[in-house]
């Protein structure tokens, strides 16, 4: 049902959290007009929002009355959800083996929305460009991991978050919805799939997600390497088959399989 049409949708409270959706780690300060030109909103409906939001400690003045900053509010929020995900203390030392032997990142990553976030990441190699850390995102039809989700979702939700992906952004899905089937082909024999540089130019991403949804998140294991260390064939070789023996291994831990 679309959201205009649920009568128990809180429309309001929608527009609060897109406003907190805004910032993003190289867009750490924003104005009301900023505000109001990504999320389409009048300029007097953001002026009452972010009000509410500085009052509520989920924004904070930055210098600027006009220019806000996220609060504190917005980190105490999150910290019962990571500290619940046991996984994340499981599969840490296993993530940081295979980073120190791939000489890259690894991650765990979930969907949120439109984007896949890191929710737990060892790194080993200064070299990559991006460096992962919880709480930043990764697209989701142009990375390893984003398509794993893809591959591995329910029909009925697949099909949804498609079809959101295609409404939001129809260039981009039109540039990478074709590589999903065989990013689906490499998952069924594979047990991961890859990315040669579809997303970032200096570097591959190999992903591998859980056999189901475990405390109804369905989690992705994604591994990143600097492009200039071998061929991408190579890497896909050595790198894969130890991402997907990673997500077994935490599946048994987790009691999954």
Not at 43 to 59: C, M, Q, W
Not at 68 to 81: E, H, I, K, Q, T
Not at 138 to 163: H, I, M, Q
């Amino acid at each position: 049902m679309p959201l205009e049409r649920d009568r128990d949708f809180a429309t309001t409270l929608a527009h609060g959290i897109d406003i907190l959706a805004c910032f993003r780690a190289d867009r750490p300060e924003l104005a009301n007009k900023d505000f109001a030109s990504q999320t389409g909103l009048s300029k007097s409906a953001v002026a009452r929002l972010t009000h509410t939001l500085v009052e509520l400690g989920f924004l904070q003045r930055s210098g600027s009355p006009s220019r806000y900053r996220l609060g504190a509010s917005v980190l105490a929020l999150s910290y019962p959800l990571l500290a619940s995900m046991q996984i994340r203390q499981l599969a840490r030392p296993l993530m940081k083996q295979l980073a120190d032997h791939a000489r890259g990142a690894v991650s765990l990553v979930v969907r949120d929305r439109l984007q896949m976030v890191y929710v737990e990441t060892a790194r080993s190699n200064d070299a990559l460009q991006t460096r992962p850390d919880i709480g930043a995102s990764l697209p989701l039809l142009a990375s390893a991991a984003g398509k794993a989700w893809l591959c591995r979702a329910p029909d009925s939700e697949r099909a949804a978050v498609l079809n959101q992906l295609r409404v939001a952004d129809a260039d981009h899905y039109a540039a990478h919805f074709s590589s999903l089937a065989a990013a689906t082909r490499d998952l069924e024999r594979k047990g991961y799939c890859g990315n040669n540089m579809q997303w970032r130019p200096d570097a591959y991403g190999f992903a591998a997600p859980l056999c189901r949804p475990y405390q109804s998140l369905l989690y992705v294991f994604n591994c990143g390497v600097p492009s200039g260390d071998g061929p991408y064939r190579d890497r896909a070789a050595d790198i894969g088959p130890r991402l997907v023996a990673l997500a077994r291994e935490t599946e048994q831990l987790l009691g999954l399989n």
